[in-house]
């Protein structure tokens, strides 16, 4: 019903910035809030932002506020995260998960296909 699709990832350097698109596609006026997550090798998925699709509002996982910022773009149905200050510990891939206004908590139905993020030191 929606689909999602990731971009910008890349091998920054520590202290670099990088910004994140995801773009959504299909029955877009279903998604009520879009969510950034990361999964480091070895380690499980972890929540880093969360965005309300129409109210705008927004919330962090503690690793990434003061750093990262997720904004959205409605005429273009995409998303953004922008990390600054990036450091190793930031090295994972980066997915964007989205889900309708029937569905809260841990409940992701849509996912893109990630993008790699290598932060080296």
């Known amino acids: 019903q929606v689909q999602l699709v990731e971009s910008g990832g890349g091998l920054v350097q520590a202290g670099d910035s990088l910004r994140l698109s995801c773009a959504a596609s299909?029955?877009?006026?279903?998604?009520?809030?879009v969510g950034w997550f990361r999964q480091a090798p070895g380690k499980e998925r972890e929540f880093v932002a969360g965005?309300?699709?129409?109210?705008?509002?927004?919330n962090y996982a503690d690793s990434a506020k003061g750093r990262f910022t997720i904004s959205r773009d409605n005429a273009k149905n995409t998303v953004y995260l922008q990390m600054n200050s990036l450091n190793p510990e930031d090295t994972a891939v980066y997915y964007c998960?989205?889900?309708?206004?029937?569905?809260?908590?841990?409940?992701?139905?849509?996912w893109g296909q990630g993008t790699q993020v290598t932060v080296s030191s």
């Open positions: 299909g029955r877009t006026f279903i998604i009520d809030t």
């Open positions: 965005l309300s699709w129409r109210g705008g509002s927004t």
């Open positions: 998960a989205a889900r309708p206004t029937t569905m809260t908590g841990t409940q992701w139905p849509w």
